[in-house]
């Protein structure tokens, strides 16, 4: 009977798997597919990825979204370092206030937070555009970057630091000296995440963007209500997914480092 059941839990995680992934497989394939119409296999084709580099809009969209997601990485990897290193390291009254307020972007719903940063805007009367979008989105980034580099800073041999400090390092040099050197990795793969999951962003930044800026996750949304599903939609679709597949891996490696 364990059998028996083994091979229905894998027959059913495989069937899971398929729901999944296959309709990311089909539209990788095609949006190389030389006919428009979807229903429709022509053969194999780059002309749609030649239309969408042509394509002003999607160039536009694009650099938006790489801005906004380095400038919430570097913000991220900085605040990030700076908040585990005194949730890891020292002791004071409200610190479990204040490591419960760090998780609250990962656990809230995020057309709340969304909802919340657009409420906080047009109160303060901050005008929507791009800077609206990158404030957001390091606001519920820096909470990624934390659980990363807290990780990487909670195993940390602090003998190293002992060590320099024997040999009359102060605490700012024996930071970056030898600490910081050694949480790199950590650091680096908590920004990699931050970036992730601002360039794949989509309700935070409807929300916060205001007219006239766009990044890919809204150019696609963009193309997909006014034409419907395109080749060249699919095209644009697997260019972001490689990009955020790739990001992925190498915070991957980072983290394992």
Do not use: C
């Not at 890919?216 to 080749?231: E, F």
Request: hydrophobic share 55%.
């Amino acid at each position: 009977m364990r059998k028996i059941g083994d091979k229905i839990l894998a027959g059913y995680s495989g069937l899971m798997y398929v729901f999944l992934y296959a309709p990311i497989l089909i539209m990788v394939v095609f949006s190389f597919n030389d006919s428009r119409l979807l229903a429709v296999w022509r053969g194999l084709s780059v002309r749609w990825y030649e239309s969408l580099f042509a394509d002003p809009a999607v160039w536009r969209a694009f650099y938006n979204s790489i801005w906004v997601a380095s400038l919430t990485a570097g913000v991220s990897m900085v605040l990030g370092t700076m908040t585990a290193f005194v949730l890891v390291r020292y002791n004071f009254r409200g610190k479990t206030l204040l490591d419960s307020a760090m998780y609250f972007p990962v656990v809230v719903p995020e057309i709340t937070e969304a909802l919340s940063l657009l409420l906080f805007y047009v109160f303060t009367g901050i005008p929507l555009g791009g800077l609206t979008v990158a404030i957001g989105h390091i606001a519920f980034a820096i909470s990624y970057a934390l659980i990363v580099i807290r990780a990487r800073l909670v195993g940390f041999d602090r003998s190293v630091e002992e060590a320099a400090k024997s040999l009359g390092a102060n605490e700012l040099r024996s930071f970056f000296h030898v600490t910081l050197p050694i949480i790199l990795p950590g650091v680096i793969a908590g920004g990699l995440l931050a970036f992730t999951v601002s360039y794949d962003d989509f309700i935070k930044t409807a929300f916060t963007a205001g007219p006239g800026f766009q990044t890919l996750p809204l150019r696609i949304y963009a193309m997909a209500s006014r034409g419907g599903v395109s080749p060249q939609l699919n095209a644009l679709a697997t260019i972001t997914l490689l990009v955020s597949l790739a990001l992925a891996f190498v915070r991957l490696r980072l983290s394992k480092a």
